[in-house]
């Protein structure tokens, strides 16, 4: 990731700290993540529709079950 910085350093004896926001989920192998290790059960909003959540489970059955070697 890469951003600009403002010009000036911080005031002596202060530390400037970023904070990173996302509009998603992180699915990494923290220990603190649930299910890190696995692409499943994928992260959702629980304001689905069950039209949309019949949809997103469509799709996920045609989409994240295949398997390609060598790649």
Known sequence: M?????DA???VGWTR???LKTVGWCKDM???TQ????LTPLPTHDDLTQQQQTRR???HREFNTRYR???
């Open 30 to 32: 923290d220990h603190y």
């Open 9 to 11: 350093p911080p005031p």
């Open 69 to 71: 070697s060598g790649h």
């Open 17 to 19: 700290r970023y904070v």
């Open 57 to 59: 489970e469509q799709l």
């Open 35 to 38: 299910h890190g290790e696995t």
């Open 2 to 6: 890469q951003f600009r910085d403002v």
